[in-house]
């Protein structure tokens, strides 16, 4: 007796791990979906006052979805290259945790762990990212973001020393005033943050003439600072735009190129 | 008999329809006055508590002003080269739209529905750009954005996904909370968009020392991210400004051009 | 007998109107702290609660001042090359202004008009530009600003009509809601600029699922928009900032030069 | 007898001062340790209602640090090569007030002021600086915003005065509501900063319909400017990345350079 189609092992294979057929893509559509509802039905039950009915459709539904999955996860297993390499590598840790915590309920009743597990299932929604051909562009930019990676940490590092100053110094002067928001240096440092980064709250806000006074400064500071780490990937996405050949240099070491080249001879980047 | 000026089909034609005549310019002017006046009455009378004067005047001016509209929808229909093509076209549906509603009060008592109809007559205000010869400059804007549009849809998608991520988070840490403003996970994305984007209402602020730890990272990632698009789009622009042939490429295709080539021999686009 | 040096014409106008001597530039700075010194009173003064002999001392110091800024208008007015052309000129008409309220007391009793004409002794500390050498730089950064004038002005059309279309949608969105803070139109498209500009006040603020998904979508899109403008003058000042003839192009017309050239053939600008 | 290796001058300084030998780095991470967990415990001690076992746990850990940094200090001292030039080095002062605080509480009993002294203790954490090789990232950074500092104290300028006198008009409009909260100019110009840098705490908010108006023109205008400063440091920024040679400009002082040169023939800078 012949193996079902179905069954046999190549023929899943290309089907589940292959996006590049036509029966991989379906396939990744359908998961791409069923992990959406799946999040949905997550938002929805997180509401607090549900009517009965609903409560009881989406348990349902999700208890069907965790059945899905499941398949899904023994299917993968069972046709991947290498069993044990797909169960440990990353991908295949994220499909366990997103099958497990229905089961876990009868062991484990602590709705609020049973939240961050069931979150968990997220991480797959990045499955999506393998139906659209966007990745050319997003490669770029991550590629103009990971150049000036040590430019922005630097940023960083000046912006945690600066916010940390400034909390410390408003909680000196603020934590003087009857009822001040202002409880201690951890809650000043979270309010210059707020304040740097222009979003600004306004359940903390400074009282005193002098607190308002270097409220305005930070303010202002962080006006201008905020365009910096935009001019930085400004300048490294500009270079990153540029035709590598043209500029001479090898757009990942900097190494210089001669024109006909389309390697470059020092770290073999293709050009 | 001779028929009178304003009712031979070709001059009412020039009037209503041309932008470049003397008389069809200030035709157009007096339009977008009557569009605005038509907009500064709708704001007017959705203010609450009005004296019974003011809402007498407004409903008289706006029965005078659907009249005239009424009037030149009509003047449209007949000089139009095709009845049909013009009822049928965008500002053929906008222009009736715009007439419509106080016809239909009589038929649909309800306030609600009228107010989304009459907000139509709004997108007729599209006509002032008709006025200026901005259009030029908009034109290079658009094609700058359009150009680096696949680029931002990557970023978008990404930001997406982060706010997602970080207000289920967020909802894990400070749901339990007595009286939390983080109430479901939906209002914890609500919550993660507010804070990312750095406008902050504040309406739902973190109140837990880790909530608090969370948020500061998102508003310092949101404070450099901001700059991301900017950095896409500002590169974009300035290859648009750029002479291309100087650049010795195709603005449309990036095909390679000679010095004197007036179009692209490639796709054809004027240099 | 000998007229003073003090007031013969000649020196008096060297020391006003000159300031690259440096008996003028002292002038400027006694004149420019003097200003300051009013401004300050003017702030001090607003504040409700005041001790009763601060209020006569402010107004004492004020008197003073007045006094000064009178015995300066004389001054400019007798040593001016043409008496009337200062009078008239625009710095002229400011200077009378900085002068006159007091004296207008006796006449007008209304504070609140007093406090307005007072507002305008602000515009003197314009004067304060004359005592820099930075002028080279703002010129530049005007320039650069001037040059993309018109783009900013396609821009802001574009987010006026934005934000109208965003208010007029959520007033129908949220004005269903009890006690909703959205009560007119008008503060509608108010809510909307404080949004999209990510101010993000939190006086105003959507309570429907509806109206938080459509805030969300314009925070999003103001996080995105407000990088354009960026763009835009970043673009045109790399164009300012590098060597206009290394660039073969005028910076004014953008008309092709020659190497050699130092100013352009076409409009006569200096390179 | 032979003195024991760390009482060596020479050692103990390349240990101290020395952050390239590898006892010195070490020496440098647990000093930076030691400097950060003396700041928790200043974080942690503010915070108002603590437990007494805590409180205590915290002022022996306090104590012990204290021993730790005064023989640090006093180790300084004995090794420097010239003791006065140490003692009154800015580094010396820092080091010197790091370790003062405690005892003096014996004789100032203020909290208040301890508070600050102790503050002082943090600017030792940017020895962290030495830690990292980000130094020629952050030099390049600093060097961009130091060569666009003229523009940015321009745009400083302008934005104050802009500030100044959009906040007076805002007081003239919003002063005569009753419970305003533009209670004086001063809060005003507070107001208008908020405003205009995006912030928005939403503490103080315009009520009337043309402070309103106001407000809106003040956040587009925020919303615009904020790019300016992003625009004129990333002009900067890749004047800065591009190869100087490349541009035929010295970097530093922008004299011609020649394409073989190593240094500037102009002011000695390294190209």
């Given at each position: 007796m012949k193996c079902p189609l179905w069954l046999q092992k190549e023929y899943l294979r290309s089907v589940i791990?292959?996006?590049?057929?036509p029966a991989g893509r379906r396939f990744d559509i359908v998961l791409t979906i069923a992990i959406a509802v799946s999040l949905i039905i997550l938002f929805v039950e997180?509401?607090?006052?549900?009517p009965l009915w609903l409560k009881i459709s989406l348990g349902a539904l999700e208890a069907l979805l965790t059945v899905v999955f499941t398949i899904e996860y023994l299917a993968r297993l069972y046709c991947a290259e290498s069993r044990r390499g797909y169960a440990l590598s990353g991908w295949g840790i994220i499909d366990l945790l997103a099958v497990l915590p229905p089961y876990l309920t009868y062991f484990l009743p602590g709705a609020r762990y049973m939240l961050i597990l069931r979150s968990?299932?997220?991480?797959?929604?990045?499955?999506?990212?393998?139906?659209?051909?966007f990745l050319n562009e997003g490669e770029m930019l991550l590629k103009a973001i990971g150049r000036s990676l040590h430019k922005i940490a630097v940023y960083f590092l000046f912006v945690l020393v600066l916010v940390i100053c400034l909390g410390t110094l408003m909680f000196i002067i603020e934590?003087?005033?009857?009822?001040?928001?202002?409880?201690?240096i951890g809650t000043s440092i979270y309010w210059a943050i707020t304040t740097l980064s222009t979003v600004?709250?306004?359940?903390i806000t400074p009282v005193t003439t002098v607190g308002r006074f270097l409220s305005s400064f930070i303010m202002l500071l962080g006006y201008t600072l905020i365009a910096v780490p935009g001019g930085i990937v400004t300048a490294s996405f500009i270079d990153t735009t540029n035709d590598p050949v043209r500029n001479g240099r090898?757009?990942?070491?900097?190494a210089k190129v001669r024109k006909g080249d389309k390697f470059c001879s020092q770290c073999g980047e293709k050009l």
């Open positions: 791990f292959d996006d590049e057929t997180s509401i607090p006052a549900l968990i299932r997220f991480i797959r929604i990045f499955r999506i990212f393998r139906l659209f051909s934590s003087g005033e009857p009822d001040s928001a202002f409880k201690d600004g709250y306004g359940d090898c757009p990942r070491c900097d």
